[in-house]
Antibody
Framework: QVQLVQSGAEVKKPGASVKISCKSSGFTFTDYYMHWLRQAPGQGPEWMGWIIPDSGKTNDAPRFQGRVTLTRDASISTVYMEMNSLTSDDTAVYYC?????????????????WGRGTLVTVSS | SELTQPPSVSVSPGQTARITCSGDALPKQYAYWYQQKPGQAPLLVIYKDIERPSGIPERFSGSTSGTLVTLTISGVLAEDEADYYCQSAGIDGTYVVFGGGTKLTVL
């Protein structure tokens, strides 16, 4: 079954870090750009960056550079998003999503497969 | 936001809903449309301006004209009530942008 399975909800205090996982199945993980996005309550999606699972090359959105680290473990078809220095503004649902095929498409196209999302709540 | 959508659109069942999205990058970059229902992840309904993924009903279509792209839902059903987001790459292609979203209400 083609799917992305994300780790469970997190509650963090301001200043802490969070690391979310996203395990893919049903498709060749290394063939696709894998993206991370988030959606704050009542807001639209916000793109955070992508990673190429094979090489580990990343491209982060400017507003997250220095605070977000995208990594992967290709042996278990899993990508990770770690964010540090959390504030209440980081309270959101975080999604991983499959982008285009690396061989054929540019990285910043559509997202045709999404995880169910991971709620991160930052509260003192 | 680099992509501008109307906050809301309302139609009666069976009518045609048109949701617009404008942005300077759109003549250069493809547009994509997502449907999002409460508590669910977004669902891709249109890609590359006008293409429809498999499994998406034919009543969903996309069009483009210059800096404006439009998602059209013909013969709207109650189940189409949702938030709709347009998405594109930035004008230099190095990042992704979303519109602010349009809430479609089926009266």
């Amino acid at each position: 079954q083609v799917q992305l399975v994300q780790s469970g909800a997190e509650v963090k205090k301001p200043g802490a870090s969070v690391k979310i996982s996203c395990k893919s199945s049903g498709f060749t993980f290394t063939d696709y750009y894998m993206h991370w996005l988030r959606q704050a309550p009542g807001q639209g999606p916000e793109w955070m960056g992508w990673i190429i699972p094979d090489s580990g090359k990343t491209n982060d959105a400017p507003r997250f550079q220095g605070r977000v680290t995208l990594t992967r473990d290709a042996s278990i078809s899993t990508v990770y998003m770690e964010m540090n220095s959390l504030t209440s503004d980081d309270t959101a649902v975080y999604y991983c999503a499959r982008g285009g095929e690396i061989q054929y498409q540019l990285p910043n196209g559509d997202f045709d497969l999404w995880g169910r999302g991971t709620l991160v709540t930052v509260s003192s | 936001s680099e992509l501008t959508q109307p906050p809301s659109v309302s139609v009666s069942p069976g009518q045609t809903a048109r949701i617009t999205c404008s942005g300077d990058a759109l003549p250069k970059q493809y547009a994509y449309w997502y449907q999002q229902k409460p508590g669910q992840a977004p669902l891709l309904v249109i890609y590359k301006d006008i293409e429809r993924p498999s499994g998406i009903p034919e009543r969903f279509s996309g069009s483009t004209s210059g800096t404006l792209v439009t998602l059209t839902i013909s013969g709207v059903l109650a189940e189409d009530e949702a938030d709709y987001y347009c998405q594109s790459a930035g004008i230099d292609g190095t990042y992704v942008v979303f519109g602010g979203g349009t809430k479609l209400t089926v009266l």
